[in-house]
């Protein structure tokens, strides 16, 4: 019963929405943008579909548990052959209300980015920006935030390369990879962007509220044939490991740094012992990098510019928002605010994800 009644719990959001939505969209600054109308309604059908189906789903909960407590304490043997019937129907048919709704959410966007995209596996790089060691630790807590996603969808993850500060992270970057099946870029790629953070800091003896920021970005990735490289191209540059080895940080040159030249993007890895390995899994990084800058452009090419913001991400733009004092995270793309910080600091984000999903495949 745990799992279906979590289900009515995530789903409970999306009413939520769709209550907020159908008082906010016949504003008069709303009815008198055209653009802006038109989208915001497409994203009300579609909630209210999901909740027509969240309604029929609780309808059939309530008779799950009823046919559960006669299989459990009807003393007549032919009634708890019915209830164990009922039971076994009732669980098929929450299975495809669910398919149902998952279906709505996903609608078009494997038809319009393709689907093999939406399956690649991910290099994700996090790196501090305005706010100094705030901006360090808040690095590190919304590292924490993934991984613990990661662990609920069962995604593995190695830590490719990552420079420390003084406090928390100034940058780390992380291998994710999962089963065939799993969308890790379908899912991931609206995270890509400018997450702002507003908490008291621990060190602020006065008590005031501190705004910083750090940088997100997602990106596929792809195998060696798909991302032709000259070795021409590149520059490649050897230093002096910074991060966790003992002695060896200062004995050997096993980190390595990689420019490609045409253009200018650079990666580093310094995580592993041997340089050999390190240049390996900076390869893997610039080509990931080289592949998305590409993807970008044909997006870009092919005026579909305000999805791509949800999509792929602009790394300049300002995606996200979260508010301490007031227990609130904020996805700006599209002003959703979910009023349990806490909650989704420690992983439960599929929610957020789950409604750019549908701003998306509009």
Same mark, same amino acid.
């Given at each position: 019963?745990?799992?279906? &009644? ?5 789903? &409970?959001?999306?009413? %939520? ?48 548990? &009823? ?10 043997? %032919? ?14 048919? !929450? ?41 360090? !630790? ?52 609206? &995270? ?17 509220? /501190? ?36 002695? /060896? ?22 995580? %592993? ?27 870009? %090419? ?55 999903? !549908?701003?998306?495949?509009?």
């Amino acid at each position: 019963m745990k799992k279906y &009644e979590s289900i009515v719990i995530e789903l &409970e959001s999306y009413k %939520e929405e769709l209550l907020y939505l159908s008082k906010h969209i016949i504003k008069p600054n709303i009815l008198s943008d055209h653009k802006k109308y038109k989208l915001l309604l497409n994203r009300y059908n579609k909630l209210d579909k999901i909740v027509f189906f969240y309604n029929e789903y609780k309808k059939k909960l309530i008779s799950l548990k &009823e046919a559960i407590y006669m299989l459990e304490h009807d003393p007549d043997e %032919e009634m708890k052959i019915l209830a164990f019937q009922e039971k076994i129907k009732i669980q098929n048919e !929450l299975h495809l209300l669910k398919k149902k709704i998952d279906n709505i959410i996903n609608y078009k966007s494997e038809k319009k980015y393709g689907k093999k995209e939406d399956y690649r596996d991910v290099i994700l790089e996090i790196r501090s920006g305005t706010g100094g060691d705030e901006a360090c !630790l808040f690095v590190e807590d919304i590292l924490r935030m993934y991984i613990m996603y990661f662990k609920k969808l069962k995604w593995k993850y190695n830590i490719i390369n990552f420079q420390k500060g003084s406090k928390g992270y100034k940058e780390i970057v992380l291998d994710i990879h999962g089963e065939k099946k799993d969308k890790i870029y379908g899912n991931l790629k609206f &995270e890509s962007g400018v997450h702002r953070v507003q908490r008291i800091p621990k060190t602020e003896s006065q008590g005031r509220l /501190h705004t910083s920021a750090i940088t997100v970005a997602v990106l596929p990735k792809v195998e060696s044939v798909e991302v032709n490289l000259h070795i021409s191209d590149i520059k490649k540059e050897t230093f002096r490991s910074s991060g966790a080895g003992g002695q /060896h940080v200062n004995k050997t040159e096993s980190a390595v740094r990689l420019t490609h030249l045409p253009t200018k993007i650079t990666v580093e890895c310094q995580e %592993e012992r041997s340089q050999h390995k390190n240049f390996e899994k900076a390869m893997i990084v610039l080509k990931s990098k080289i592949y998305k800058n590409k993807m970008d452009k044909m997006i870009k %090419e092919r005026s579909i510019k305000r999805k791509s913001l949800i999509s792929t991400g602009d790394r300049s733009v300002k995606i996200r928002t979260y508010n301490y004092p007031n227990n609130r995270v904020t996805d700006h793309r599209i002003n959703k605010s979910i009023h349990n910080l806490f909650d989704f600091m420690n992983g439960n984000i599929q929610n957020m994800i789950d409604s750019l999903k !549908l701003i998306e495949n509009n």
